[in-house]
């Protein structure tokens, strides 16, 4: 059974660095063609793909927010964690850690965990 | 960046009913393109990937076709369970973008 799981702060202020945890069972990031990373929703918005590491460290961000994020992984441990640097209230959103299948749908994701900015 | 524009962004529909749903991206993504399913506070749930490939445990009543810019979702015939929201994404190209959604309600 594939899970995963994100923790992490639930309020930060504004400027500060968000660290998000996602720990994940049930596969292992060494086995090919599979990657783990983060997507945002602002409440009542669509989905935003931050960031994705493969199983062979490749990294992928999103353009518009390169500089702020730093995504790395555990495989020891089965983590992936992001940082997010220089939060600000646009960037409160449920944040969800999710899998990258071999077919490249995202076919497994962890609850979410809503993350607000504000001072 | 690839946009994703699904249309429509509503959709009043009623049990029974055969329903499509439509995503049109900004560029050729060729065939990487994935459907998900949304239900209030819940994660998104993979449906249909590479276009046209169903997921394992997705009922058979849901397809979808498509490829280059233009891509459909089909529900054969509705079901009270399906009335959610719809997304599509690009896997393409970075960054790997959604569209709007779109969202099904019970007429």
């Known amino acids: 059974q594939i899970t995963l799981k994100e923790s992490g702060p639930t309020l930060v202020k504004p400027t500060q660095t968000l660290t998000l945890t996602c720990t994940f069972s049930g596969f292992s990031l060494s086995t090919s063609g599979v990657g783990v990373g983060w997507i945002r929703q602002p409440p009542g918005k669509t989905l935003e793909w931050l960031a994705l590491?493969?199983?062979?460290?490749?990294?992928r961000y999103s353009p518009s927010l390169k500089s702020r994020l730093t995504i790395t992984k555990d495989t020891s441990k089965n983590q992936v964690v992001l940082t997010m640097t220089n939060m600000d209230p646009v960037d409160t959103a449920t944040y969800y850690c999710?899998?990258?299948?071999?077919?490249?749908?995202?076919?497994?994701w962890g609850q979410g965990t809503l993350v607000t900015v504000s001072s | 960046d690839i946009q994703m524009t699904q249309s429509p962004s509503t959709l009043s529909a009623s049990v029974g009913d055969r329903v499509t749903l439509t995503c049109r991206a900004s560029?050729?993504?060729?065939?990487?393109l994935a459907w998900y399913q949304q239900k209030p506070g819940k994660a998104p749930k993979l449906l249909i990937s590479?276009?046209?490939s169903l997921e394992s445990g997705v009922p058979s009543r849901f397809s979808g076709s498509g490829s280059g810019t233009e891509f459909t979702l089909t529900i054969s015939s509705l079901q009270p369970d399906d009335f959610a929201t719809y997304y599509c994404?690009?896997?393409?190209?970075?960054?790997?973008?959604f569209g709007q959604g779109t969202k099904l309600e019970i007429k």
């Open positions: 999710a899998r990258r299948g071999v077919n490249g749908g995202v076919d497994y």
């Open positions: 560029q050729s993504v060729s065939t990487w």
């Open positions: 590479k276009a046209s």
């Open positions: 590491v493969y199983w062979d460290d490749d990294k």
């Open positions: 994404q690009q896997y393409n190209s970075n960054p790997y973008t």
